[in-house]
């Protein structure tokens, strides 16, 4: 499946409103317990507070996406979900890829609050090249040459 990468920050989403049913419906997909709050209150909360989205797009329209919220090292990821359609096709794992390649052509390192994972997507993350950090309290993917696209 030939996904490609989309930033959705709070211009694009007030802009396009095919973005804004898709990213709705993913997040809508989501399982409650991984959501702080209804799909609408919770993108337009994490858009308010100057973050962004990395949405996996597919056929002009958004199938994954991953919550980002920027520092001046990193970038740390949150909520990854798929739309339930197309789960168990790549889409999480190439949303991931990309995100990394972003993130290294940025000069950003990618950060997962561990504590915030179930154990499926601390065994994806680790499978995708993050490493649990000395602290323990985050994961973290190695952007270097010789760490990239693990």
């Known amino acids: 499946m030939p ?6 920050d709070q211009a694009t989403w007030e802009a396009d409103a095919q973005v804004r049913h898709d990213l709705t419906r ?16 919770f993108v337009d909360d994490h858009l308010a507070a100057e973050r962004f989205f990395f949405c996996a797009r597919f056929n002009d329209r958004l199938l994954g996406a991953l919550a980002v919220s920027p520092d ?9 979900c798929v739309r339930q359609t197309t789960r168990r096709r790549g889409v999480g794992s190439r949303l991931l890829a990309l995100t990394g390649e972003a993130a290294h052509a940025d000069g950003r390192r990618l950060r997962v609050l561990a504590s915030q994972l179930p154990m499926a997507d601390q065994v994806l993350l680790s499978r995708m090249g993050y490493r649990l950090t000395q602290e323990g309290d985050y994961f973290e993917l190695d952007l270097s040459p010789k760490g990239a696209g693990q």
């Open 3 to 8: 996904v490609t990468l989309q930033r959705v």
């Open 26 to 41: 993913i997040y809508a997909d989501a399982p409650a317990e991984r959501l702080p709050a209804p799909p609408e209150r």
């Open 72 to 80: 001046d090292q990193a970038w740390w990821l949150s909520h990854l």
